[in-house]
């Protein structure tokens, strides 16, 4: 019971990610240095935990797809330049 409350909080914490990466997303840019990487460093470790707690139930297959969606994701959101609304 506790491994299934450790994982359902990490997806829980894994959502909340990446909502927070997206309310960033296109805006990343207007953000000092420090604010910047603060929030990629935080949204970061909230996924790496997250797929932590996944892989403890799910096992490697969970986990490596959680990593590649982490990755995508924070590209996507904080690395990929923002297209100019016309």
């Known amino acids: 019971m506790i491994i299934f409350l450790h994982a359902l909080i990490g997806m829980i914490a894994f959502i909340g990610a990446g909502a927070l990466g997206t309310s960033f997303a296109g805006e990343i840019n207007k953000l000092t240095t420090m604010q910047k990487w603060s929030l990629i460093v935080t949204v970061t470790a909230i996924g790496i935990t997250a797929i932590l707690g996944l892989y403890s139930v799910s096992g490697i297959v ?17 690395f990929k330049e923002a297209k100019e609304e016309a």
Do not use: K, R
């Open 62 to 78: 969970g986990a490596a797809l959680s990593t590649v969606a982490l990755v995508a994701f924070e590209y996507v959101c904080f």
